[in-house]
């Protein structure tokens, strides 16, 4: 049984990434222990890019916020999924301060080693996940992650419309159901 940390990236409750991250939490569950972490739920700061968690002990950061909640919880995770709306072609901002605060050695502790993307745009473009597509892959590269699968939604805007946006919720439902 692995650990999956979902990082729901919408600050808007009840919308369609966190439908989107709730029908693959409730497929990964089957084999797994899954937990989601909603950005509303945490306040963290960008990344100052000061370096000091490369010489402090522990590696730890000096900025004291919400980070030191979600940093054991990372740090105990076999897999992380990615959720987020898009916004300017970019994932939200929220996801994107987490992330960033994972420049840190801190993370060469980490046990994940899996991962998976949840997208949804409320643009119906070819091309509107693209650029956040690159900067994954690239992340992936780098850090020598396997990545399982994606959902990419697009069209959805309005709270629900994923709902009735095709077999979406049922292929993010397949795909953590896959995670054994």
Sequence with gaps: MSNIVILNGSMRRGGNTELLAEAFARGAGLHNHVEI????????????GCNACFQRPGNSC???DDMQ?????????????LASPV???????????????LHTPMRDSFRIRRTGLLLVGAATLPELFDAILMEYQLTCNYFQLQHVGQVLVRG??????????GDTLQQAYDLGASMI
């Design 37 to 48: 972490l909603s950005v509303a739920d945490y306040q963290v700061n960008p990344c100052l």
């Design 62 to 64: 000096v900025q004291q």
């Design 69 to 81: 909640r979600i940093y054991p919880k990372l740090r105990d995770a076999d897999m992380l999924v």
């Design 87 to 101: 916004y300017f072609y970019g994932i939200s901002a929220q996801l994107k301060a987490v992330i960033d605060r």
């Design 156 to 165: 959805v805007r309005e709270k629900g419309d994923i709902i009735r946006a």
